[in-house]
């Protein structure tokens, strides 16, 4: 595969919300992943360590990661790299580029693979709130 091992199509950008599902769903493949990294001005409510099913996961945020990116580390050299949609997404472009990423043939980044779903052709500001409880604007396709 490409930079990207498959895709997430979230509901929302709440990560107490959406982390968990995304854990459980990657388990068979992983094992119990035990890391997450993501972009942390993509997300609200950003937990640095969380239960999930009994584990301790460790949620780590960095300015400087893709925020159409997570990656996840299971146990041993098990990691994964996965598209998220952006939840504003119309479910025809969505379905596009999860069908993309999921491709054993891609080798498209994920600006690539929105780009080609007609995702993030216009880009708009928002206010993501910071974990302290103030603003930061962050730019959201």
Request: hydrophobic share 50%.
């Amino acid at each position: 595969m490409g930079t990207i091992d498959g895709a997430w199509w979230p509901r929302s950008r709440d990560a107490l919300a959406e982390f968990p599902a995304m854990i459980a769903g990657l388990e068979w493949r992983l094992g119990q992943p035990h890391r997450v990294a993501f972009n942390a001005d993509a997300w609200i409510a950003a937990p640095h360590r969380m239960m999930v099913d009994g584990q301790a996961i460790s949620f780590e945020g960095f300015h400087s990661l893709d925020k159409h990116t997570v990656l996840v580390a299971g146990h041993g050299w098990h990691r994964l790299a996965l598209l998220v949609v952006p939840p504003e997404a119309p479910e025809h472009a969505a379905v596009a580029a999860l069908a993309r990423a999921a491709d054993p043939a891609n080798t498209e980044s994920a600006a690539q693979i929105l780009a080609c779903s007609d995702i993030g052709s216009g880009v708009t500001e928002v206010a993501v709130p910071a974990a302290r409880g103030d603003s930061q604007p962050a730019r959201r396709s």
